[in-house]
């Protein structure tokens, strides 16, 4: 059973890069599925961040798309986060999951970790 | 890009059913998901493809599809699925990921 954890700071000062790593386990991230970050302010809806997939082919979504990076470590079947300058707009509880598309309509996301609170603030 | 629109809140008597929807031009070339979300926890798949559950959803949950709204179809709501409802799909111009904007549904 794939099981998703995401890490790192809880507070990241405003104009610094927020950084998360997801470690899966249960399954490797070389598998053909888009491992995607997921955000959600608190008591809003979802925002899709991006995806990677094959270890390295990345998709992000045009608003964020200018500060992201998302990378893949396969050594340790994990993968990353970076949102640079960021603001109090970035205030979030990030998740890391996975998502399947099977090329003729269908998509779904699952599982998901359980999800961070990273707060920007000085 | 496409636009998922959702209801914002939904409300049904317990042991009625109800019908969460999701309207969006993406929809006519991609099938909507579904996600129940409870307070303080992570967003759970629930309704995948036309009308396919995930292995544990309870079977008063079902999927339906009409032209470019989608709906997710609670027969008997209990009141555990009170919840916040996300639909989600594929950009129709592109790869990217789209989501509606959550109904908050209440069993009273």
């Known amino acids: 059973q794939v099981q998703l954890q995401e890490s790192g700071p809880g507070l990241v000062r405003p104009s610094q890069t927020l950084s998360l790593t997801c470690t899966v386990s249960g399954g490797s991230i070389s598998s053909a599925y888009y491992w995607t970050w997921i955000r959600q302010v608190p008591g809003k809806g979802l925002e899709w961040i991006g995806y990677?997939?094959?270890?390295?082919?990345?998709y992000y979504n045009p608003s964020l798309k200018s500060r992201l990076i998302i990378s893949a470590d396969t050594s340790k079947n994990q993968f990353s986060l970076k949102l640079s300058s960021v603001t109090a707009a970035d205030t979030a509880v990030y998740y890391c999951?996975?998502?399947?598309?099977?090329?003729?309509?269908?998509?779904?996301?699952?599982?998901w970790g359980q999800g961070t609170l990273v707060t920007v603030s000085s | 890009s496409s636009e998922l629109t959702q209801d914002p809140a939904v409300s049904v008597a317990l042991g009625q059913t109800v019908r969460v929807t999701c309207q969006g031009d993406?929809?006519?070339?991609?099938?909507a998901t579904w996600y129940q979300q409870k307070p303080g926890q992570a967003p759970v798949l629930v309704m995948f493809g036309r009308n396919t559950r995930p292995s544990g959803i309870p079977d008063r949950f079902s999927g339906s599809i009409s032209g470019d709204t989608a709906s997710l179809i609670i027969s008997g709501a209990q009141a555990e699925d009170e919840a916040d409802y996300y639909c989600?799909?594929?950009?129709?111009?592109?790869?990217?990921?789209?989501f509606g904007g959550g109904t908050k549904l209440t069993v009273l």
């Open positions: 989600h799909s594929r950009d129709i111009t592109s790869t990217h990921l789209v």
């Open positions: 990677i997939f094959s270890s390295a082919t990345t």
């Open positions: 993406g929809l006519r070339a991609f099938f």
């Open positions: 999951a996975r998502h399947y598309y099977d090329g003729s309509g269908i998509n779904w996301i699952d599982p």
